[in-house]
């Protein structure tokens, strides 16, 4: 764990600076444009959490592994605020650039939804008391969800969207000068171990109150009383 | 560049830093909340072993 917050640390701080100090603004944008060192990073983890949540979700269904069922649900309240800072921050860019605070275009409605998807889990697994019932349902749910994802990704490319379409993840070269693109990738680097330490927190917790009744839990609750 | 221009963000400010400040609220708030759910977890099991 501190060797994580470590890791993180030293992606983020030179992330932050290259992205907020170093980096030239943009020649159309100015300095508005910084907000993307967090809203495409947090928008590439909604993703790739989504992803984690339903895999380990699937594996958790098929093979009853304990561990992929928490791994799951610990994901989801991650992803979910990954989602939002995503929506938000995009808000905060789109107000300046575009001149309104949302618009119902693809790529920012299929992200909606994927919100909507994160709340759902977590409700559902709220809502049935025992646990592993609920690791089953929520992994239906997350894996129905699935279908969601490639729209969100191909959104901008399926659809003529106010959304821009991608810069960094095409085949080409990137559309985006070296100095923009290093904090960028240092960012989502530093998003990547900051959804680790906050997952195992979360798993923590979600497998102590799921084992409150085995002995090393009791053990551990009585040596931390004394 | 001075200190005064890097926060005014040329004009764009109170868009870069609400949303700089709203991304650092949240992800502090998720590593925080586990922490204190942790420790009144314990509280709890330790009052119920009592009984």
């Known amino acids: 764990m501190p060797w994580l917050v470590i890791i993180f640390l030293l992606l983020l701080l030179p992330g932050l600076y290259g992205g907020l100090y170093l980096a030239p603004p943009d020649y159309q944008q100015g300095d508005s444009y910084r907000i993307i060192y967090i809203h495409v990073p947090s928008a590439w983890m909604s993703l790739f959490i989504y992803m984690v949540m339903a895999v380990t979700g699937a594996i958790g269904l098929i093979w009853r592994i304990k561990l992929a069922e928490i791994m799951s649900i610990s994901s989801a309240s991650v992803g979910a605020c990954f989602t939002f800072i995503a929506l938000v921050t995009g ?111 979360r798993a923590r917790i979600e497998l102590l109150t799921r084992e409150r009744n085995s002995q090393w839990v009791k053990t551990m609750v009585s040596e931390n009383d004394q | 560049m001075s200190m005064q221009e890097f926060f005014a963000m040329g004009g764009y400010a109170f868009f870069v830093w609400t949303s700089y400040g709203l991304t650092l609220i949240v992800l502090v708030v998720n590593i925080v909340v586990p922490v204190f759910q942790r420790k009144q977890f314990l509280r709890q099991q330790a009052l119920k072993q009592k009984r």
Do not use: C
């Not at chain 1, 070269?173 to 990547?192: E, G, Q, R, T």
């Open chain 1, 91 to 201: 808000s905060l860019w789109g107000k300046p650039m575009w001149g309104t605070w949302w618009v119902w275009d693809a790529r920012l409605t299929s992200e909606l939804i994927l919100l909507f998807l994160y709340l759902g889990v977590i409700g559902l697994y709220g809502a049935i008391d025992d646990k592993r019932m609920a690791s089953k349902a929520v992994a239906i749910l997350a894996l129905v969800g699935v279908v969601n994802i490639p729209i969100i990704h191909y959104s901008v490319v399926w659809w003529n969207t106010l959304h821009q379409g991608p810069t960094v993840t095409k085949m080409d070269k990137p559309s985006i000068h070296v100095s923009m693109l290093i904090p960028l990738l240092l960012m989502a680097l530093a998003f990547k171990f900051y959804y680790l330490i906050a997952v195992i927190q």
